[in-house]
């Protein structure tokens, strides 16, 4: 037997929902440019895409979508606070996982390591996530 106590609440926070989103990736109008030519590539930069393999995810899906009904019992934070935590850092991680292809060895030899996309940091900091 349904219970109807909480439907009007319930269809309050669905029609909220419909207006509302969440974006991740890089904010800062000097760090995304950079970000953007990594993630399709270029002539001269390699596709090291971080952003559209996690929302490819089925994992990451599933994920967001157990989230986003746990939201529904929080009080004092936006339910879309959760998932966006969660995918904020997935991006993150799939950054530091070293995306392939490898770097060049003059990159290495420049930045001491192989790891892609990661030179001073500034990229994993700028990764934000935003509600619409």
Same mark, same amino acid.
């Given at each position: 037997?349904l219970?109807? $106590?909480?439907? $009007?609440? @319930?269809?309050?926070?669905?029609? *909220?929902? #419909?207006k509302? &989103?969440?974006?991740?990736?890089?904010?800062?109008?000097?760090? *995304?440019?950079r970000y953007?030519?990594?993630?399709l590539g270029?002539k001269n930069?390699?596709?090291?895409?971080t @952003?559209?393999?996690?929302? $490819?995810s089925?994992?990451?899906?599933?994920?967001?979508?157990k989230? +986003?009904?746990k939201?529904?019992? +929080?009080? &004092?934070?936006?339910? @879309?606070?959760?998932?966006?935590?969660? @995918?904020k850092?997935?991006?993150k $991680?799939k950054?530091?996982?070293?995306?392939?292809?490898?770097n060049k *060895?003059?990159?290495?030899?420049r930045?001491?390591?192989?790891?892609?996309?990661?030179?001073?940091g500034?990229?994993?900091? #700028?990764?934000e996530?935003k509600l619409?």
């Amino acid at each position: 037997m349904l219970n109807y $106590d909480h439907t $009007d609440k @319930l269809i309050a926070q669905l029609k *909220a929902i #419909s207006k509302t &989103g969440i974006e991740v990736g890089v904010f800062k109008s000097e760090i *995304a440019p950079r970000y953007f030519f990594n993630e399709l590539g270029t002539k001269n930069i390699p596709e090291r895409p971080t @952003l559209r393999p996690v929302f $490819d995810s089925r994992m990451v899906r599933s994920k967001v979508r157990k989230l +986003l009904a746990k939201g529904f019992e +929080l009080k &004092g934070l936006s339910f @879309l606070d959760i998932p966006g935590k969660f @995918l904020k850092k997935a991006v993150k $991680d799939k950054i530091k996982s070293s995306v392939p292809p490898p770097n060049k *060895a003059s990159t290495i030899a420049r930045k001491g390591h192989g790891k892609t996309l990661i030179d001073t940091g500034e990229l994993l900091k #700028s990764i934000e996530y935003k509600l619409l």
